[in-house]
């Protein structure tokens, strides 16, 4: 489960249950009529695969407000949401999630299997940042941006705080644009995956900024451009319980340091 | 303690506690009766048997509706209160003789020493109000004593509120318990510490030890973590995300507010209170790598205890002798390990032989550790983490939790027979709820809500 605040809001659910549990169970007999004010699609016995669309509704939110999530399949037979479990096939619910979060539904039939995905970007409010040249949040976002295309994070292997070959590359390449930029100064926040003691997790995230900092320096980054910082698994990306998710949130993630 | 000399009696005389703990555990889930007796043979094996206590209900003294609230929720905690404690076999109410003494005059011993209420000791007296005010009498009889069988007598005299009826039975039960539990005070006066998730924002959280009373402590807004009461309840310390990371921070329980704790560079994690309350150590990545450090309870004279590769952290200084410390060390690729030393950093001893291990917690009398282990952690690997045990001077370990989902944190009572931890059936924060149990793994319940995690128990 991810870390979601559900607050379940009945959208005709009682009716769409029914319907489809009525359809589920009949469709390898013979085609069953739906009940009257179904909302859910025909079932044949051979057709077309489903079809599935997943909208949120903000795409980005501050930390505590929540999210409409919206869907709408045709010719399924089960749907499914990561984090949620079962669903209606039409339906729409309100979630808070704690941490940015990747929505992702699976609708099935005989014929085929269907996803659809979308990311809803939690913003946790940062304490207001001493102004410098960077005068502005659209500036800043502008500057951002252009950071992130040319600084990628480096990512760890489990329970370790060692720079992968991976790892190098990518904080190479950060030393690179940062020689080419000496004004900016840089944030380097360690992660860790949730599995295991937070305190625990709050040190090696230490050690993964530390890594990724004595890398900078050795690529001639001054030091006291770097500023490191420890998360932990206090701050997670990605709240599945899957190795790709695991392997996101084990990382040291470059920023502007404003 | 009793329970704590069981265990290490147990330990030392089962070669293999892996096998032999197995048909123990199974005989505890099949039969209540085979429980028991194995409760009777350990205990008179040490020569101290569990007491059949009569916790008799109160006697009204006054008849407002106010006085049979107060006398309901003050029964009913007293008798929580004795059957928490460990030491007794508490006679189930309705066994209990359909008279209700209100004085030593009015109590007839032989309907409570005979069957079948069988006790060998009764808790009994009165309780009632005058005006704004609440007055109970309470005393303990030995039943079998027929001569002279008082053993406790109290008076207490408090503003009549919910809560205070409580508090007076916590009290009385806590008397009952340092009499008849070889002069260890009991715990029922207690509170424990815990980081309470809501949200978004995680704050530090008190309860009384019976999980009643949970309310916040701090108001930071941001993520506090690790709180640990000082050994005289007057602060607390934890370790709270500012803009520079993760700071030590002091929180005085006395002045109700935050009180100054200086900064520092790095990552400041997860102080511990040396027990005469002049030490605080903690981890700190300020000259670089996470190491333990151990600075006075203002923050100031710090200094480097370890000095090794990657991260150390949640160090507990040994509260018997307050000479060393347990702490969990990673190495340079390695899974964290518990170790112990000596609070200037030497004789280190590794004490877990691989697995997970994280968060430990030493007992007071200084013969055991508690931590989190999953023996069976690696990349891919199944298997849970637990709460277990270890024998300091032996390394020898009991496994105290099964199949109860994620368990962490765990930290002992200050009478060393009972364990407060939390447990995620699902593994994350937002399923995390606080537990205690007894310190041979018995008597597991659940204390707080979900959103609750890393408890520490009160020294007091």
Known sequence: MPQLHVRLHHVAATLAVLASLTLATGCHKKTVAPPPGSMGPTIETTGPAPTATLTAEPLAIELGQSVALNWRTTNATSVTIDGLGPVVPNGTQMVAPANSTNFHLVAKNDNGTTEANVRVTVRVAAPPAPMGDNSGATGNAAADAIFHQNVQDAFFDYDSYELRPDAQTAAAAAAAYLNQHPEIRVLVAGYSDERGSAEYNLALGENRANAARTALISAGVTANRIRIVSYGKEKQFCTESSESCWQQNRRAQFSIDR | ?460
């Not at chain 2, 309470?138 to 009826?165: C, M, R, V």
């Not at chain 2, 006395?254 to 605080?280: E, I």
């Not at chain 2, 600075?295 to 040994?318: C, E, Q, Y």
């Not at chain 2, 200050?414 to 793994?441: C, E, T």
Request: aromatic share 10%; charged share 20%.
């Open chain 2, 1 to 460: 303690m009793e329970k704590m000399l069981n265990l290490a009696r147990r330990m030392r005389t089962r070669p293999d506690l892996r096998w032999n703990l197995l048909p123990l555990a199974m005989a505890l889930l099949i039969s209540p009766v085979l429980r028991a007796q194995d409760w009777f043979k350990t205990e008179t094996s040490t020569g101290a048997g569990t007491i059949r206590m009569a916790a008799a209900n109160f006697k009204p003294q006054s008849p407002d509706p106010q006085s049979a609230a107060l006398k309901r929720t003050f029964d009913a905690v007293l008798y929580a209160d004795l059957a928490n404690a460990g030491l007794f076999d508490m006679v189930s109410k309705s066994l209990l003789p359909t008279s209700t003494p209100g004085s030593p005059s009015e109590i007839q011993l032989p309907q409570w020493s005979g069957a079948p209420t069988s006790a060998a000791m009764v808790a009994f007296g009165s309780l009632g109000t005058q005006g704004d005010h609440l007055i109970v009498n309470g005393f303990l009889f030995d039943a079998k004593n027929t001569q002279f069988p008082q053993i406790l007598a109290k008076q207490y005299n408090e503003q009549a509120s919910d809560d205070q009826a409580r508090q007076i039975a916590h009290r009385f039960a806590d008397e009952i318990i340092l009499r008849l539990g070889g002069g260890v005070s009991g715990i029922a006066e207690t509170k424990i510490y815990y980081v309470h998730l809501a949200g978004g924002a995680k704050e530090i959280w008190e309860m009384d030890y019976d999980g009643a009373n949970q309310h916040p402590v701090t108001h930071l807004g941001t993520t506090s973590i690790s709180p640990r009461v000082s050994p005289d309840n007057s602060r607390l310390a934890f370790s709270s995300l500012d803009r520079s990371g993760f700071q030590i921070k002091m929180y005085s329980l006395l002045l109700g507010r935050m009180v100054t704790f200086p900064s520092s560079g790095g990552t400041n994690l997860s102080p511990a209170w040396s027990p005469n309350g002049h030490d605080l150590a903690f981890s700190s990545s300020r000259s670089g790598d996470p190491e333990i450090w151990i600075a006075d309870a203002s923050g100031g004279a710090a200094r480097r205890i370890t000095n090794r590769k990657g991260p150390d952290v949640s160090p507990v200084f040994n509260p018997r002798t307050g000479a060393q410390l347990a702490w969990a060390s990673g190495g340079t690729n390695g899974i964290p390990q518990i170790f112990i030393m000596d609070s200037d950093g030497s004789n280190i001893t590794r004490m877990t032989d691989g697995g997970y291990a994280t968060s430990p917690s030493w007992s007071p009398n200084g013969q055991f550790l508690t931590f989190a282990w999953n023996r069976k952690y690696g990349p891919g690997a199944p298997g849970g983490q637990d709460i277990y045990i270890m024998e300091v001077a032996t390394r020898k370990w009991i496994q105290l939790t099964h199949d109860n989902g994620r368990c962490d944190y765990p930290s002992w009572s200050p009478d060393g027979r009972h364990i407060v931890y939390a447990s995620s059936p699902n593994g994350r924060m937002d399923g995390m709820k606080i537990w205690s149990m007894l310190a041979d793994g018995t008597q597991q319940r659940p204390l707080s809500a979900t959103g609750s995690d890393m408890p520490n128990w009160s020294w007091k």
